[in-house]
């Protein structure tokens, strides 16, 4: 069964650093989102791509993060400087469409210390 | 402003149907009923999704209203690995939905 590629699976940072997620979504998928899990709550929608371009991005701390897919493909999210707030799982997901379903990847666990 | 309410926790007995409710009195036409669920630490997994009739697939069934302001999520055979927290959301399949998850409900299945 495909499958949403994460890396790195966890990451420590000290506070200021920057830090980087990846995501390699299912091949053919146009739609990939990042959603950001704070313990104990759902998870909430950062960013959402359409092939290479930004659909939505209401929900994005545009002051440090930032979201890019430059051949539409795999995607990259990038904190700088990282807070203690941001202290998550960061979750990617793609979809051929939402009335297929998204599929998830298993998330970065983001520690910054 | 999630669209459902679900009661926080429930649990069951492994081996026995769960049943897991959800209200979305708010609902309209074009949006489906759609559940997901997180097992710990993992990211969430699609289950089920339906308009207006009642939908089964080899993880679940899904029991719609027909006024369509509830719905049911039905495990016929809770195992340990079924615990998790399950999420109801609905949403319009417009080019620009997205998933909006609020707390969910987590369900204990215990031995």
């Known amino acids: 069964e495909a499958e949403v590629a994460q890396s790195p699976r966890y990451k420590i940072t000290e506070k200021s650093q920057a830090v980087a997620f990846w995501c390699d979504p299912i091949s053919g998928h146009a739609t990939l989102y990042w959603y950001r899990q704070i313990l104990g709550q759902g998870p909430e929608l950062l960013v959402q791509?359409?092939?290479?371009?930004?659909?939505?991005d209401s929900q994005l701390p545009k002051d440090r993060f930032s979201a890019e897919r430059l051949k539409g493909v795999d995607s990259t999210l990038k904190i700088q400087p990282a807070e203690l707030g941001d202290s998550a799982m960061y979750l990617c997901?793609?979809?051929?469409?939402?009335?297929?379903?998204?599929?998830f990847g298993s998330g970065t666990r983001l520690t910054v210390v | 402003d999630a669209k459902t309410t679900q009661p926080p926790s429930m649990d069951c007995a492994e081996g026995r149907a769960a049943n897991l409710p959800c209200n979305h009195s708010t609902i309209s036409g074009n949006e489906y009923v759609y559940w997901y669920r997180q097992i710990h630490s993992q990211g969430p997994q699609y289950i089920i999704h339906g308009l207006k009739n009642n939908e089964t697939n080899e993880m679940a069934s899904l029991i719609i209203t027909e006024d369509r302001k509830s719905s049911t999520l039905i495990l016929p055979h809770a195992t340990l690995r079924d615990t998790a927290v399950y999420y109801c959301?609905?949403?319009?399949?417009?080019?620009?939905?997205?998933?909006?998850f609020g707390k969910g409900i987590t369900l204990s299945v215990r031995p």
């Open positions: 959301i609905v949403l319009d399949t417009g080019a620009n939905s997205k998933l909006t």
């Open positions: 791509f359409q092939d290479e371009s930004v659909v939505d």
């Open positions: 997901a793609s979809s051929s469409g939402v009335l297929y379903g998204y599929t």
